[in-house]
């Protein structure tokens, strides 16, 4: 196959990337030319890939992810790599430890998290389309507060094999784009069956977008417009579902009773995954190394306490706390409970509905450093979360502005009907192009 | 309620390394969180979580690898080939 360069020289004043591929090489298909930004903790190939840690400082991954080896196939230049929150624990890339990525559209304010430093390249131009990631919202909560359109898989749907595990039950890659017709491109070659990856479906994603959303029926829960959501956000999103029953979609009132267990639930289950899954940094096999002369758990404690951020050690030792014996049965377990209630409140849903809609985050991206107590960052994931622990697809896709800032309209999906999804937010991007 | 010597313990059991000078801020986060968890106390419902799919395993066959070299040039520490660890004993 044909193998050519592209030059990459973006004007990051955003510190969108963390690292910036010069003249990246692709070759020829579906992606031909198109240079794409790739989060941090998807790996690449003879690419630093750090995921925003002091822990994997230097570390070059010897194998590509498999979302990257399949842009890579169909063409796409991979222009860099983007900033992120620590291991995507964050809700605004405050949490990296290269400094945070600053929104395009204010740079006094956040871009959003954990995918910040994808979202804010898209937005300010300097790639067409990026890869992030969503383990409770860090692909929907960017695209909503940089003006962007981001895509939160069905689980299974996207390989996470050379994704650097966070909460395996909860995370998946997906596209994000300043269009709903480009994040479906991307979202079709990403999408199918691999092998390598134990929780992957046979599902391939093969979808031209479609306007047409005549007699659609959509669920309104109002949890999604009750205390917390700002009132002007609330009021903009509105205006875009009535845009949605212009063009002959039908709203149904609903409810989704979980909620109210629903974020406690996801931070006691991706905090217990995160203290498994975070083990293995430990600076033997990659990043900075161990004191090899030290005993293990010395020279364990020193690395990580180096090469951990404060948000990641939280985070570590909230899961640990969480699995420990006698707690296991207040939190985990109840935890479990609830997410599985979550389930059963979209399936019930979905037995009436197409599809639901509400905000994608209560607020509009919010001022850097404004939310410094952890508990507070923790609750504006309120209205992306349910849809991680039921494992169903949902977009963001750009409706309106308050206070010259975008706010997002998030549409949620039955498992595997990610194309229905994308349809719905297109046929509403469309409408407001015209 | 959790107690500055909890916070110390767990961050022994995570080996995260915690100067004593960070105890005091680490649990009140603490508490404040774990309050908020506390809400799950009131979760009713069965715990049976319903999946369609278990344990995809493949083949045991050798297949196409990383070489030796290529999984170990990223440790810090090596010795003929292998990877050094911290003394365990």
Redesign the interface.
């Known amino acids: 196959m044909a193998v050519h360069t592209i030059r990459f020289e973006p004007d990051d004043r955003y510190n969108a990337f963390l690292n910036v591929c010069a003249n990246p090489i692709h070759g020829e298909g579906k992606l031909a030319g198109i240079a794409i930004a790739v989060k941090d903790n998807i790996s690449t190939q003879g690419i630093e890939t750090t995921c925003a840690s002091k822990i994997l400082k230097g570390y070059v991954p010897p194998y590509d992810a498999h979302a990257v080896g399949l842009i890579k196939n169909a063409g796409a230049a991979i222009a860099g790599k983007t900033n992120m929150d620590e291991f995507g624990m964050g809700t605004s890339t405050e949490n990296s430890a290269f400094g945070p990525t600053l929104n395009p559209c204010d740079t006094g304010r956040v871009p959003g998290g954990s995918s910040g430093g994808s979202a804010a390249a898209v937005a300010a131009g300097m790639v067409r389309m990026a890869l992030g990631t969503d383990t409770g919202g860090s692909i929907r909560c960017p695209a909503a507060f940089c003006g962007i359109v981001g895509l939160k898989p069905t689980y299974g749907r996207v390989s996470r094999y050379g994704l650097i595990a966070y909460a395996n039950s909860l995370e998946t890659i997906g596209p994000m784009a300043k269009n709903v017709a480009d994040v479906s491109l991307l979202m079709s070659v990403i999408a199918g069956h691999d092998r390598r990856d134990s929780t992957s479906y046979d599902r391939p994603y093969s979808h031209t977008p479609s306007a047409k959303i005549d007699g659609l029926r959509i669920g309104i829960p109002k949890e999604y417009f009750g205390a917390g959501v700002d009132h002007e956000v609330a009021a903009v999103v509105k205006r875009a579902i009535g845009r949605l029953e212009e063009l002959g979609a039908k709203t149904v009132p609903c409810s989704i009773p979980s909620m109210e267990y629903a974020l406690a639930a996801y931070y006691v289950i991706c905090t217990s995954e995160a203290s498994s899954n975070l083990a293995r940094f430990d600076g033997v096999r990659y990043g900075p190394a161990a004191d090899t002369k030290k005993s293990w758990h010395a020279a364990y404690q020193d690395v990580r306490k180096q090469g951990f951020g404060p948000e990641v050690r939280r985070r570590i030792m909230l899961g640990t706390f969480a699995l420990s014996s006698g707690y296991y049965g207040k939190y985990y377990a109840k935890a479990q409970v609830a997410r599985e209630n979550v389930r059963k409140d979209f399936a019930r849903l979905f037995t009436d509905v197409d599809v639901i809609c509400g905000p994608t985050m209560p607020t509009i991206a919010f001022r850097l450093g404004e939310k410094s107590d952890p508990l507070s960052m923790y609750l504006s994931d309120i209205l992306t979360v349910p849809v991680n622990l039921g494992g169903i697809p949902a977009i963001s896709v750009p409706c309106g502005k308050v206070q010259g800032m975008p706010v997002g309209l998030q549409i949620m999906g039955r498992p595997f009907e990610d194309e229905r999804v994308v349809d719905v937010a297109y046929a509403y991007e469309q409408a407001v192009k015209s | 309620m959790?107690t500055e010597k909890?916070?110390e313990h767990?961050?022994e059991?995570?080996?995260?390394?915690?100067?004593t000078a960070e105890l005091a801020t680490?649990t009140g986060?603490?508490n404040?969180?774990?309050e908020?968890?506390d809400?799950?106390?009131?979760?009713?419902?069965?715990?049976?979580?319903?999946r369609d799919?278990y344990?995809?395993?493949?083949e045991d066959v050798v297949e196409p690898s990383?070489s030796q070299e290529?999984?170990t040039?990223?440790?810090?520490?090596q010795e003929d080939g292998f990877?050094?660890?911290?003394?365990?004993m």
């Not at chain 2, 059991?13 to 100067?19: E, F, K, Q, V």
């Open positions: 959790v909890d916070v767990i961050g059991l995570a080996d995260i390394g915690i100067d680490f986060q603490f404040a969180i774990v908020y968890f809400v799950l106390d009131r979760v009713q419902g069965e715990g049976a979580v319903t799919l344990n995809i395993l493949r990383l290529e999984a040039r990223n440790a810090g520490a990877i050094k660890a911290p003394r365990v």
